[in-house]
């Protein structure tokens, strides 16, 4: 049964079709760059003997992501899962970005991941499959930092909340990570206020809840509090926060 992971060619993504592949499940891997995705896919076939497909999509510019997407499904055996960690945040979110650099983020932090459930949808409805959402600690409060990239992710959270009330958990599962901070490329060269996990660890939870029913999640847990605590600081306060 397989398991589709956009964003495959670094930080969680590349981690996730890592320990999915240990676990012997054949995949579709997408990422931007070609030569990036099927070097990663050829090295889990020689590690892992495992079933690799690999899709180059630039999901800034791809119009409908979801049917290249379905087309490669058609040489892999039914979909069962769909893992949506593709992301791209920039330093100058800041409202000075110009139109096209946020229809870009846009694009690719909320366009495409709608596009591809829909997409895949009907298959994945068949399997009484499972659609994995990332969120971000971004999208607990708006700040004047990271104002698309929060304002997409309050999009995923949306879409967490339709796809449970639209179908049923004995046809479709969904599950929604709230992330706080990973070392990888997203988070490359931030003054961060905590500690960044490493995304393998943030992986194998992921892998090992694929099989359970719908539900939200903080990860790692103390982001709950975190959030809980953004959330309820007074406003004088919350505004004169930078990091
Ligand atoms: N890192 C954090 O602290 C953090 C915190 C909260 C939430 N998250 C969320 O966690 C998920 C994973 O993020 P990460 O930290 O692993 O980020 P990452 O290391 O930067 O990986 C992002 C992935 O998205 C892909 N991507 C970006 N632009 C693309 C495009 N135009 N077309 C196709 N693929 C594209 C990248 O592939 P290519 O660039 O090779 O195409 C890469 O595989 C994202 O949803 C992110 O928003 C991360």
Redesign the pocket.
Known sequence: MTAVVV????????ALAGELARRGQPLLL????AR?IEAIGADLRIRHDAVVRCLA????READPGARMTAALEALPPVTSVL??????RGDDDFGLDASRIGELLA??LHAPLAIVHALLPRLRETRGVVVL?????AVRGRGRNVVYAAA?RGIESMYESLRHRHAGAELRVQLYR????A????HGMRLPMP?VE?VDVARVVADRLQRGSARWYLPRRFALVAAIVRLLPWGLFRRMRA
């Open positions: 964003g495959a060619s670094s930080g969680l993504g590349r997408v990422a931007s760059d990036d999509l630039d999901l800034a949506l960690a593709v992301g791209l945040s690719i932090n990332f969120s971000s600690i971004a992710k992330l706080g901070f990973l990888t490329n997203l988070t960044a995304p």
